[in-house]
């Protein structure tokens, strides 16, 4: 059971529900196999949707990110928000335990890297199987170090010579510096997401499709940016944002739109739990 003084294990994964998947899959997936076996190991348990609670910004989930000492992945269902936030605790070579459904398919830049897996159907004999599992796999990556051949390290993978590291300012501007690096992410994210919209289109189609998913990708981006806005007036832009992308995810003829449609809505989800 863990106590106030637990140490926090960060918790990358789905939050809303997946194409695919049962409505409330990775919310079984959390609350039956993730948080018990973090509180097995010591830990407390954190998503990002559970961060607003304590007032805390986006600036310091992000700082949360990087800075616990331990995280779990969920790779199931290939969220590209959840390999972005993956890509940017590996960036920094901090320790995280990797879990995926049984059947996932495997991702070519990380299948090196060790992973647990666990039945989709979470029979009750399976769950205190993964439990007992994961526990012993965060115990292991916590206390293993500096042991390349123990951690789950892309830096170490491929022998790089330092991992990431937030800029040293003087004058105790370290808020500054992840406040920038915050920036510049936003602004990776958005291009690797309309990078992969335009891999998966098909031509001559969905150009109208497109248009409207940079336009409202570009109209969350300055919501979240927009510093002067009250919480009531932000709150009642990110819900009709959200009224107006499900509006066209529910009109795309293709697939590959409809998903992309669902992970912008997964990211106005995310916005919304930060304001409120």
Excluded: W
């Excluded at 616990?68 to 969220?79: E, G, K």
């Excluded at 890509?87 to 459904?101: K, S, T």
């Amino acid at each position: 059971m863990t106590t106030k003084d637990s140490k926090e294990c960060f918790i990358i994964m789905p939050i809303s529900d997946a194409e695919g998947y049962p409505t409330g899959h990775f919310k079984h997936v959390y609350e039956n196999i993730i948080y018990p076996s973090c509180e097995m190991a010591g830990y407390q348990a954190v998503r990002a949707d559970e961060i607003k609670a304590t007032n805390l910004i986006h600036l310091d989930i992000l700082k949360r990110l990087i800075d616990t000492p331990i995280a779990i992945c969920d790779l199931s269902s290939r969220n590209p928000n959840v390999l972005f936030e993956l890509g940017i605790r590996q960036a920094f070579d901090r320790p995280v335990v990797l879990i995926q459904e049984v059947g996932t398919p495997k991702i070519f830049d990380i299948a090196p890297l060790r992973y647990l897996e666990y039945s989709k159907e979470m029979k009750y004999h399976d769950v205190l199987r993964i439990q007992k599992e994961l526990k012993d796999s965060i115990e292991a990556t916590a206390t293993a170090g500096a042991d390349a051949s123990s951690v789950n390290s892309i830096v170490k993978l491929l022998a790089l010579n330092s991992p990431a590291k937030i800029p040293d300012l003087k004058g105790g501007k370290e808020g500054l510096a992840i406040e920038v690096m915050h920036a510049e992410m936003r602004e990776l994210r958005k291009m690797m997401e309309l990078t992969l919209f335009e891999r998966n289109r098909q031509p001559r189609r969905g150009a109208i499709t497109a248009i409207e998913y940079e336009r409202i990708s570009n109209t969350l981006e300055k919501i979240q940016s927009t510093k002067r806005t009250s919480t009531p007036e932000r709150m009642e832009q990110l819900q009709m944002l959200m009224r107006e992308t499900e509006e066209l995810a529910m009109r795309c003829e293709e697939k590959s739109d409809h998903m992309h449609f669902r992970h912008l809505m997964e990211r106005i989800h995310r916005a919304i739990a930060e304001s409120a």
